[in-house]
């Protein structure tokens, strides 16, 4: 399975008009809270994309690697998905 790339395309495009506004924010000294706030908004935006991403890796690259049976591959896509766990979990 491949990522939904037009999906994807849409959500960081608009995270990245999320993070117009929140520099509009800061030139405009909004408050502090408000800032956090947009700033939080676009914490989980981009959270949700990388799962969606993650998803799609597991779902079509990491299967294709089990279901050829090369234990190089599989080792190597197993490693990868373990250095993004514990990127993650800091």
């Known amino acids: 399975m491949m990522a939904d790339h037009a999906r994807i395309e849409r959500l960081l495009k608009t995270a990245r008009g999320q993070i117009d506004g929140i520099l509009r924010m800061v030139e405009d000294d909004r408050y502090c809270i ?6 939080m908004a676009t914490q989980s935006l981009l ?3 990388n799962a969606d991403v993650l998803k799609a890796h597991v779902e079509g690259c990491v299967r294709r690697a089990v279901e050829t049976g090369d234990e190089a591959e599989k080792a190597a896509k197993l490693a990868e998905i373990e250095t993004v766990i514990e990127k993650l979990a800091r």
């Open 47 to 49: 959270a949700r994309i």
């Open 34 to 39: 408000d800032v956090s706030t947009q700033l």
